[in-house]
């Protein structure tokens, strides 16, 4: 894993949009995975700022989210399709026919919807980059504890502890939905590159399990310690748990150098 350690979440953003950035730039038809939370809305930010500044272009992107209420009229104003609407597509030229999410309604057959979902990631050519937050129970997506390590996109029943994480969300009187298609486990591992954004000390014991922890069904988080290019963005508070915080910066100093000298155009590769 790269950690790269920031002052605040402000911070973070701009770090994590150098990497969104480096691709939309340097591919000709980016494919992007997004996240949808508290977290990435200050990348999102910083993303629609740089294209209003011509310096992003998301003309020849194609997007996948992680995940999806189920049964959930797109139109809903508590629908991850509205969210990606309100805090991103509506603000640059994307062409909103490349912007997929994996949306199920109670007529159809999850199964098959994963599977169109998985052959659709499938047919863009795969996701050069997935973005991430994680739950503060280690989730990545709606894969929650126990989910299989080699899961791909499907529909999960979210644990008590996420339903309380975004009932900040809802409205006392909005009916909070306890289900959700996600991309897998397996899916996200697919992906070329990750960059997983957590901030906050919620997120602190989460980020320790996942750095340092053994790689467990229980923090599914912890399955990025497999992955080849994974990048953990994170704020001090998120990284306060992380044993060896000296070597971490150090480390963070040199790949700063090296990204300086070369730059992250090996990210369009
Ligand atoms: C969102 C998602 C989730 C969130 C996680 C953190 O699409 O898949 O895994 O990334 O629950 O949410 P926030 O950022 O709200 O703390």
Request: aromatic share 6%; charged share 20%.
């Amino acid at each position: 894993m790269q950690i790269v350690l920031c002052d605040d979440a402000e911070h973070a953003a701009r770090e994590a949009a150098k990497w969104v950035q480096a691709l939309l730039v340097h591919k000709a038809k980016p494919v992007l995975g997004l996240a949808t939370g508290s977290t990435p809305i200050r990348l999102y930010q910083e993303l629609i700022a740089l294209h209003q500044l011509q310096q992003l272009s998301f003309a020849n992107c194609t997007t996948f989210n992680l995940d999806e209420y189920f049964d959930i009229a797109a139109t809903h104003k508590q629908s991850y399709r509205s969210f990606m609407q309100k805090h991103l597509f509506n603000h640059v030229d994307i062409d909103q026919t490349n912007t997929y999410l994996p949306a199920c309604s109670q007529g159809q057959n999850p199964r098959l919807v994963g599977l169109e979902y998985e052959q659709k990631i499938a047919a863009a050519g795969g996701i050069d980059l997935q973005i991430l937050g994680i739950g503060s129970n280690g989730h990545i997506g709606f894969n929650e504890p126990t989910s299989s390590l080699a899961s791909r996109t499907r529909l999960k029943t979210l644990t008590a502890q996420t339903i309380a994480d975004n009932s900040r969300l809802f409205e006392p009187d909005e009916v909070q939905p306890t289900m959700a298609m996600t991309m897998g486990i397996a899916t996200i591992m697919d992906a070329r590159y990750i960059l997983l954004i957590a901030t906050g000390q919620a997120k602190a014991e989460a980020v320790r399990q996942m750095v340092c922890g053994p790689v467990s069904a229980y923090c599914p988080a912890s399955i990025l310690q497999m992955h080849e290019h994974a990048i953990v963005v994170l704020d001090k508070d998120a990284a306060s748990l992380i044993s060896d915080q000296q070597y971490l910066k150090v480390a963070e100093q040199e790949n700063q150098r090296m990204i300086d000298m070369y730059g992250l155009q090996f990210i369009a590769e």
